[in-house]
C-alpha cells in the first residue's frame, strides 16, 4: 500500500457538528500541515484508500455510526502500518468519557479533551506524523529488502543455472577426454600389438611361402633354417599374447612355493649371459628368505625382464644389483593399494645406477607399448607384463628412479602360508608310446588344432575320439567306451570344457582331464579351477609339452 505523496502525510478531519472541522483546519494550516475535512465515515474511508498521515474525528461522529468500514481499514493494514488517530473528545477526558472505549478497536489512539488549545492539537499532529513518517522510513526498506531478496532470488536461481550448465560442460569435458584418453589408449594398444604381429606373421608366412617355393621345385637342402625362422616368430608371438594377459592380469598363473634365493641362483648365469661385459652382476640375498607364492616360469620371466631393462639404462656399463628381502606390509601402506592385504611378503628387487628416468617417464612406465627405446628395440610391455602379474599374484611392484643414479624396481610377492611341497623324484618317463588300448577323448572345436592333437596323439600310438563341441562329446562319455583321458578345450561354445568335465565326472568318477586354453578368465587362478586329476596347459603349446602332460597323467 503505497500512496503518492501529497497524500501521504494529510490529515483527514471528521467533525461533523459545528465549527470544530473549520478550526481543526486553520490551526493545521497555519501550522504548515496539510488537511482535509470529510463529512462523514463512509467519506473518510473513501480518502483513506488514497492515504492519510493521520485521522483527527470528534467522537460524536462516532456514535451510532456504521464503524465496520472503519474497523476493516485498520485491521486490514500493512504490518508496517498503524494509523494515528486523535480523538476530540468531551471534558472530563477519557477516564470520564464514553469515548474511551472507542480506543480499543481504533487502535493507534490519542485523546485531546475540548476545548483545547491550538498549540495542543499542533503537538499532537506533529507527533503522530514524526510515527507515521517512521511507519512509512520502514515500509521502505520492508520494500527494499523484498527487492534485493528477489534480486538475491534471481542471482541466485542464474547462479544455480549457470554451475548447473557448468557442470554439465564439465561432466561432458571430462566425459570427453575420458573417451579420448580412453581411445588413445586403445590406439597405442592396438597399434603396438599390428606393429609386433605383423613383424611376427611376416616372419611366419614368409618362412612357409619359401618352403613352399622350395618344396615345389624339389629343393630339400637348407630347410630347418625356414623351419626355425617361422618357429621363432611363432613363438614371438606366443610370448606377445602371454604378455599381453599379464598384463591385463588374465593369464593362467600356476601358483605355488618359490624359494626365491634358489630362484634367483639358478638364472645367475643366464642373467650374465644377457649382460654385456662391462657391467657387473651382484647378487644380494637374504639370509633367511620367507618362502614366496608365485608361478615360478612368470617370475622368472619377470627377473629377466629386468635385468634386460637394466642392461639398456646402462649402455656404457655399470652395476646390476639383485637382492632378495623379507617385508611386512602394515595396514598404512596396503590402504593405498586396493588389491593389498597387511601381511608378509618376500622382494625381489632389482637395481642398476644407469642413466635413470624423469618423473613424466615413471608416470607411464607400466603403460602397455610405452618404451622409450628406438623402434624394433623394444615392445613396451615388459614392465606392463610384471605390473599385471605381481597384480594377479595380489602382490604389488614399485619403481623408482633418479635421472644420472638409476633405477630400482621392487615386486612384492605374498609369503606361502602353507607347507612346502616335497619334492619329487620319479622314476625316468618311459619311451612316448602309449599302452594297449589307451584312449583319448579330445574336444576342440578349432579344426585345426583337434587335428594337430590327434595326428601326434595317433603317431605315438593312442585311440583317439574327436569331437568338436561338449554336446558331441557327452554321449561318448555316457557310453561303455574306454576312456582314459579327457583333453578338453576351456572355451568351447556352448557348455565350456570345465562343465564338460564336470558332467564326465559324474558318469566316470575317476577320469582325467587335461584342459588346453587359448584364454579363459575362470582359468586364470588355477587353483580354483583345477580339481585332483586335472591339469591345464596354455596355447600355443609345444608338442613336447603336450606329450610329457598326457604321459604323466596317464601313468599317474
Not at 463512509?42 to 468500514?69: K, N, S
Not at 468519557?97 to 480506543?103: D, I, V
Not at 587335428?451 to 569331437?467: H, P
Not at 566316470?508 to 591339469?535: N, S
Request: charged content about 20%; hydrophobic content about 40%.
Amino acid at each position: 500500500m503505497i500512496h503518492s505523496p501529497e497524500f501521504s502525510e494529510r490529515a483527514l478531519v471528521l467533525t461533523p457538528l459545528g465549527r470544530d472541522s473549520q478550526l481543526a483546519q486553520m490551526m493545521l494550516h497555519e501550522a504548515g500541515l496539510s488537511s482535509l475535512a470529510t463529512a462523514n465515515l463512509g467519506a473518510l474511508c473513501q480518502e483513506l484508500e488514497h492515504g492519510a498521515g493521520l485521522l483527527i474525528i470528534a467522537v460524536e461522529a462516532l456514535r451510532g455510526g456504521d464503524l465496520t468500514p472503519l474497523l476493516q481499514y485498520l485491521e486490514q493494514q500493512p504490518a508496517w502500518s498503524d494509523l494515528p488517530i486523535i480523538l476530540l473528545t468531551h471534558h472530563g477526558g477519557p477516564e470520564q468519557n464514553p469515548a474511551a472505549s472507542f480506543g480499543a478497536p481504533l487502535g493507534n489512539v490519542s485523546f485531546l479533551e475540548r476545548p483545547f488549545h491550538p498549540a495542543t492539537l499542533i503537538s499532537l499532529a506533529k507527533a503522530a506524523l514524526r510515527g507515521r513518517r517512521r511507519q512509512y522510513e520502514a515500509r521502505d526498506r520492508l520494500v527494499d529488502l523484498s527487492q534485493s531478496e528477489l534480486r538475491l532470488q534471481r542471482t541466485l536461481e542464474t547462479l544455480e543455472q549457470q554451475v548447473e550448465e557448468r557442470t554439465a560442460q564439465l561432466r561432458h569435458n571430462e566425459e570427453a577426454l575420458r573417451q579420448s584418453q580412453k581411445m588413445e589408449a586403445v590406439g597405442q594398444l592396438t597399434g603396438g600389438i599390428a606393429h609386433d604381429f605383423n613383424n611376427m606373421l611376416t616372419g611366419i608366412i614368409g618362412s612357409l611361402e619359401l618352403l613352399r617355393r622350395r618344396l615345389a621345385r624339389g629343393r630339400t637342402e637348407d630347410l630347418d633354417s625356414l623351419i626355425d625362422l617361422g618357429v621363432t616368430s611363432a613363438n614371438r608371438a606366443a610370448g606377445l599374447t602371454h604378455r599381453l594377459l599379464a598384463f591385463s592380469r588374465r593369464q593362467s598363473l600356476d601358483s605355488k612355493p618359490v624359494e626365491m634365493n634358489a630362484l634367483v641362483s639358478s638364472m645367475a648365469q643366464l642373467l650374465q649371459g644377457s649382460l654385456s661385459e662391462s657391467i657387473e652382476l651382484q647378487l644380494r640375498l637374504c639370509e633367511q628368505p620367507w618362502v614366496a607364492e608365485a608361478d615360478p616360469n612368470q617370475l622368472e620371466s619377470a627377473l629377466l625382464n629386468l635385468a634386460l631393462n637394466a642392461r639398456d639404462a646402462m649402455p656404457n656399463g655399470g652395476r646390476l644389483l639383485v637382492e632378495t628381502l623379507n617385508c611386512r606390509l602394515d595396514e598404512d601402506f596396503v590402504q593405498a593399494h586396493d588389491n593389498l592385504e597387511p601381511g608378509d611378503y618376500v622382494v625381489l628387487r632389482v637395481s642398476d645406477n644407469g642413466c635413470g628416468m624423469p618423473e613424466a617417464i615413471i608416470n607411464r612406465v607400466f603403460d602397455p607399448f610405452f618404451t622409450t627405446k628406438p623402434i624394433g628395440q623394444g615392445t613396451g610391455l615388459g614392465l606392463s607384463m610384471i605390473y599385471g602379474f605381481s597384480k594377479q599374484s595380489h602382490g604389488h611392484v614399485t619403481l623408482d628412479s633418479t635421472i644420472g643414479r638409476g633405477t630400482e624396481v621392487s615386486l612384492y610377492l605374498p609369503r606361502f602360508s602353507g607347507q612346502p611341497a616335497q619334492d619329487l623324484h620319479p622314476e625316468a618317463l618311459l619311451a612316448p608310446s602309449a599302452h594297449d588300448g589307451e584312449t583319448v577323448l579330445i574336444v576342440e572345436d578349432d579344426p585345426a588344432v583337434r587335428a594337430l592333437v590327434s595326428t601326434v596323439l595317433g603317431e605315438l600310438g593312442y585311440r583317439f575320439i574327436e569331437a568338436g563341441d561338449a554336446r558331441s562329446a557327452m554321449p561318448v562319455l555316457d557310453s561303455g567306451q574306454r576312456i582314459d583321458l579327457l583333453i578338453s578345450d576351456v572355451g568351447l561354445p556352448g557348455m565350456n570344457g570345465r562343465q564338460l568335465a564336470e558332467i564326465g565326472r559324474q558318469v566316470r568318477p575317476q577320469l582325467k582331464v587335461l584342459f588346453i586354453t587359448g584364454y579363459a578368465e575362470h582359468a586364470a587362478a588355477r587353483g580354483g579351477f583345477l580339481d585332483p586329476g586335472m591339469q591345464l596347459i596354455t596355447k600355443p603349446f609345444t608338442f613336447d609339452l603336450l606329450i610329457a602332460k598326457v604321459q604323466e597323467m596317464l601313468r599317474d
